[in-house]
């Protein structure tokens, strides 16, 4: 560097006194050119040329040493420089650069201070950071890993260490480290479409059960958070047994009043008798269907009743639902209608859903009978059939809407008995179209009625008319 530097101050210096010299040479010619020649001018003249040649010379040699001192003393002040942009790309961030002076390298040198300092700052800010959420997430119960977009782990939090197949580091093949099928399924799906997924996994761990959500990293790696659900699951499952067996052991007894009520009934003249007697009966229904409603709903909860599913045209079950409320509605002077369809097959089980639009149309029938018009139907949205039974009654206060498919969950609690509710109709409608792998939802609006929907996957060989059918009762 050195060498460079002095190379060119010294050229800079020799060509500034070769010009000088050139054109004190070229005056000097003009001058004795235009003045008469004798033997003392010629003498003169050579001194002249003399003295200018031995004042170029030391010129030269002063040029010399004052290119030499200027290049060591610039490639000194850039090796400096060098040495420091050195250290910060090491990473020695804490490296600094004193300079002093008023010149352009000195206030090139306070800049590259000033950036490192800036770096440091943020980069210790940064790790700061970094061991603070690594702290946190290694305080979490919840595993958590990050996986790279070839399927590799990235980080992992201490549960994930202790839950992982074997040993886990960053590096290891996500197949290497959770060797449970769902789980490296939603991960690939997760990669491959980018949406957050989640599943329930039952083989990562014998006899645990986890809840598992997955979702996209901007790198186009993916996160993935593991909470144990066995004790809530094993709870859910005490609940749920002790329900079916409470509504089991009540059927009996149940059933046994029902009948003597009835047979009390009928054989009963006295008005006052009968009067509690009809009270008794009224009162055993009820419970009645609620054991049956419990039952019900513990099996779809536990999935005791296997699905039978199987692709099944819309159409058919429209008109299905059509028919079993027919004489219903028409001794309430309802009209179902069917307001659209398309000839679409749906993956799913016929009773089941059966089901699923007995509760929906009765809940219409009780709560609009005032009208006269129920009306249900289906399209098709994004690769789904959605399925809806509209009503044109007094509709549902908003407030009420995300607690509608809750358990024992009334509108109008008086109403709800006296129509013969249970408050489990729309909570076994959910948890059938749950597992069948669908979504469920309601829009209403006071004053403009109700529609409640819910949405089927579609089965692989639909086949799509374009008339639409349109029947009335």
Avoid at 25 to 30: A, G, H, N, S
């Amino acid at each position: 560097m050195t060498k460079r530097l002095f190379v060119k101050f010294f050229l800079l210096i020799a060509l500034v006194v070769g010009i000088s010299t050139a054109a004190m040479e070229l005056l000097m010619r003009r001058s004795w050119e235009a003045t008469p020649q004798s033997v003392t001018a010629v003498n003169l003249r050579r001194d002249l040329q003399t003295g200018l040649t031995e004042a170029l010379a030391i010129s030269l040699l002063a040029g010399f040493v004052i290119a030499l001192i200027g290049a060591e003393s610039v490639a000194r002040r850039l090796r400096r420089m060098v040495a420091f942009a050195q250290e910060i790309a090491d990473g020695k961030l804490s490296a600094r650069l004193p300079e002093s002076g008023s010149d352009e390298i000195a206030s090139l040198a306070v800049m590259l201070d000033k950036t490192a300092r800036r770096l440091e700052l943020n980069f210790r800010n940064l790790e700061n950071s970094r061991q603070q959420l690594e702290t946190l997430l290694n305080s979490m119960e919840d595993a958590v890993v990050a996986v790279s977009p070839k399927r590799e782990v990235v980080w992992f939090n201490g549960a994930m260490k202790r839950l992982a197949a074997s040993s886990i580091s960053v590096g290891t093949p996500l197949v290497r480290a959770v060797r449970d099928p769902d789980f490296l399924r939603v991960v690939g799906d997760v990669l491959e479409q980018q949406n957050p997924q989640s599943v329930t996994l039952f083989s990562v761990t014998p006899g645990r059960t986890f809840g598992m959500t997955s979702a996209p990293l901007p790198d186009g790696g993916a996160v993935c958070v593991l909470r144990d659900n066995t004790a809530i699951a094993r709870v859910e499952r005490t609940r749920r047994d002790f329900i079916a067996n409470v509504s089991h052991e009540l059927r009996t007894p149940l059933t046994s009043l029902l009948g003597y009520t009835e047979t009390l009934l009928d054989e009963s003249f006295d008005p006052k008798a009968r009067e509690f007697l009809e009270i008794i009966r009224r009162n055993a229904q009820r419970m009645s269907r609620l054991t049956d409603d419990l039952l019900t709903l513990a099996r779809v909860e536990s999935g005791e009743d296997r699905l039978q599913e199987a692709p099944v045209s819309a159409n058919e079950l429209l008109r299905d639902a059509q028919a079993s409320f027919s004489e219903m509605s028409r001794n309430r002077g309802v009209t179902i209608e069917i307001a659209e369809s398309r000839d679409f097959e749906v993956l799913a089980d016929k009773e089941a859903i059966h089901q699923v639009f007995a509760n929906l149309i009765d809940n219409a029938l009780k709560y609009a009978s005032g009208n006269k018009k129920i009306e249900i139907g289906a399209i098709e949205r994004n690769g789904e059939l959605e399925f809806y039974v509209r009503d044109f009654g007094p509709g549902i206060p908003s407030e009420h809407l995300p607690r509608l498919f809750e358990r024992f969950y009334r509108v109008d609690k008086a109403r709800s008995r006296e129509a013969g509710g249970t408050g489990l109709g729309l909570a076994i409608v959910k948890h059938i179209v749950l597992n069948h792998g669908g979504r469920i939802g309601v829009n209403s609006e006071l004053g403009h009625g109700s529609v409640f929907w819910f949405r089927l996957p579609l089965a692989e060989n639909m086949v799509p008319a374009p008339d639409e059918v349109k029947q009335e009762n």
